[in-house]
């Protein structure tokens, strides 16, 4: 048994089981940098696993547990086995409710172990949201989750991150004729305290932070929008007193240019497609997501479901890989002892599973 108290533990939830979800699943256990990182706790069906180690091509050596059973960190991942799907009852390639029912139950439970004191930091494979709506039709988005399971004050802030570049936004999920609604002085303030304390927290000591314009050309002197002048030059000022290294606004189509270069660490934009566009054509196969503001980080890697090659034993696993890296970075581990640890993980899934 493993004890190292500074070991971070990751809870893992899987994803989608009609998408590649099954197979990075089964690849990550297996994988050598991730076991050397952290101790890990999956959160699935193990029927669903075993799947996913037939298109894989391996035998995952984890240790499954159910209610009553003690949980040993002794290295070797742990397998929660909610025994809640039979993969025989999907399809593969297509979004169902039962799929999204099976992902959204994975991921509700990591994120509890993770604000019980559970788990260090939550991790998962590809969602597919229009089977997480069909399973729930309240569902918005996984930030929504995390804020209710969490019992957080206010909603968290997704970044994407690629090869050290992040991109932070001020909107997400949100209809394009809504983003200048929510484009507030507030709003960019507090995105760029979070993306400078998040930042920091995988060791960028200084993190420069470029600021993107809402309109095109950052809104040519007013001409295209006066929010550029009104809310985003005051906010940038704000934050640039409050001793965060930013500069801004920019016009959108060519600040990554220049981000790309190394002129800045992090792009802030505006609305979702402003920065996705550009950090998916520069490497979509080893970005990830990372969803902070919380008490502890949320990752998973930024590509989707890929519905098109699951079951073809070809995902790739490098952003799933650096998801859970950054996670393990970002953990602030509990200096819990290992079997402490387990007593406090058993408990908490024989109370779910009451």
Same mark, same amino acid.
């Given at each position: 048994m493993t004890t190292d108290k500074s070991r971070p533990v990751l809870a893992l939830a899987m994803g989608d @089981?009609? #998408? $590649?979800? @099954?197979? *990075?699943t089964a690849k990550i256990i297996m994988d050598a940098e991730v076991r050397a990182a952290a101790d890990v706790i999956v959160i699935g069906d193990r029927r669903v696993l075993a799947e996913g180690e037939s298109v894989a091509g391996l035998a995952c050596d984890c240790r499954t547990w159910k209610p009553g059973a003690p949980v040993m960190f002794d290295g070797a991942p742990v397998f929660v086995d909610l025994g809640h799907l039979? @993969? =025989?009852?999907? +399809?593969? %390639? +297509? =979004?169902s409710r039962m799929g999204g029912t099976f992902a959204l139950a994975n991921f509700r439970a990591a994120l509890r172990l993770g604000a019980a004191g559970g788990a260090d930091a939550v991790t998962f494979t590809p969602f597919n949201k229009y089977a997480m709506k069909l399973a729930d039709g309240s569902y918005e988005d996984e930030i929504a989750v995390i804020t209710e399971e969490s019992g957080a004050a206010r909603p968290g802030r997704e970044f994407n991150i690629l090869d050290g570049l992040w991109n932070a936004r001020i909107t997400s999920h949100v209809p394009l004729k809504d983003v200048a609604h929510y484009i507030t002085k507030e709003a960019i303030i507090n995105g760029l305290v979070l993306t400078d304390r998040c930042m920091r927290d995988v060791g960028i000591a200084r993190p420069r932070i470029a600021v993107a314009g809402l309109n095109p050309h950052a809104g040519d002197g007013g001409n295209f929008g006066r929010e550029e002048i009104d809310i985003i030059e005051p906010a940038v000022a704000a934050a640039k007193a409050q001793g965060i290294l930013c500069e801004g606004p920019f016009p959108s189509d060519t600040v990554f240019l220049r981000a790309k270069r190394g002129d800045f660490d992090a792009v802030q934009t505006m609305y979702?497609? /402003? %920065? /996705? $566009? !550009?950090m998916k054509l520069m490497g979509f196969e080893s970005g990830?997501? *990372? $969803? %902070? #503001?919380? !008490?502890f980080p949320v990752c998973t890697p930024a590509h989707g479901t890929a519905y098109d090659i699951a079951g073809k034993g070809i995902a790739n696993l490098g952003a799933t890989r650096n998801a859970l890296l950054i996670a393990a970075r970002m953990a602030k581990p509990q200096s819990l002892d290992p079997a402490e640890r387990g007593r406090r993980v058993a408990e908490i899934f024989a109370k779910a599973a009451a």
């Open positions: @089981p009609c #998408g $590649i979800s @099954p197979e *990075l039979d @993969p =025989a009852r999907v +399809t593969r %390639g +297509t =979004a979702h497609d /402003q %920065g /996705q $566009i !550009a990830i997501t *990372l $969803i %902070g #503001g919380y !008490a």
